[in-house]
């Protein structure tokens, strides 16, 4: 009998803290907000020999796994990661709300989305956390890809967490109790701009790496990236987003210090903008670089509203993005 499921998994902004959930990093500590909508993979199973097709559908490219181009490839080895799926053919149709390569960690949910789908074809469950590090042993041991953690952990619990990295990769998640009032606001004053081209953020990583190698995980830099994560914390959960926002930029200027060019040019005018406004933060998301997004938090939804206006106008994307009150779901 055929089978068919669609998962939903959400995306990452605001990643106070990124940087130091990496393997030169060694430990560190992450406060993010998952936002959706984000990755979709609809799977269907019939009976058959085991072939897993994928219909990457934002490429406009199918094909099967084992056969697939390398340009696709984690694609398969998320499959692979997944386990044997038995005696049937699946079909999987991944798509992403967002761009693709521009800092939201959608290379991470598409992994954490097309293992959760595996999983409810078979009829189980992965808790979070598993989740979260199947997904990372896809990215990082099998494609061979420069990856943090953070984001993988984003996909599967959803909502505001403080993530707490003891030794990459092993890392403690907690979600955050964020009052509904203060997720409202959130929603109607957070701006998502994609800006720049498609950047290659496992690349970045490393011009970071080549840049603290010397310092090595004990760095200063690194240690301000760490403290402001927890700062990030106690500002959502006591509601006061004017501190809130205030870290925000003090996480950016904390990534800026890492490696200039992690903040371009085009961050830069945005940035500008967002001030000149009165906005009250802003974060450029991920690994940031040449291409990426930046959020904003405004003063007031009106004000929002207005610099979707001035971002458009300057070529920006605006994306429509709210708060994702759940990680990786299958219906």
Known sequence: MSRRVTVQVPVRVCDVGGWSDTWFAGHGRVCSLAVEPGVSVEATAAPGDGSVVVEAADFGVTFTVGSEPPVHRLLADAVREAGDIGPCDVRLRVTAAVPPSSSFG???AVCVAVIA???????SVRAPDVLAAAAHRAEVERFGRECGVQDQIAAAYGGANLIDIV???????RPLAVPPGVANAL???LLHVAYGSAHDSSAVHEEVIAALTDEGPSSS??????????????????GDL???????????DAQAALHPALV????CELIA???SSGAVGWKVNGAGGAGGSLSILAGSRAQRDRLVADAERLGHHPIPLSLATQGARAT
Request: proline share 2%; aromatic share 4%.
């Open 221 to 238: 830099r690194l240690e301000r990236v760490r403290a402001l994560a927890d700062d990030a914390a106690r500002a959502l959960v006591a």
């Open 187 to 189: 929603d109607e004053r």
């Open 273 to 275: 903008v967002a001030r």
């Open 242 to 252: 004017d501190a809130y926002g205030a870290v925000l930029t003090a996480a950016t």
């Open 167 to 173: 030794a990459y990769p092993k890392a403690v998640t």
């Open 264 to 267: 371009s040019d085009a961050a």
């Open 106 to 108: 959608t290379s991470a």
């Open 117 to 123: 789908a595996l999983d409810a074809l078979r009829g």
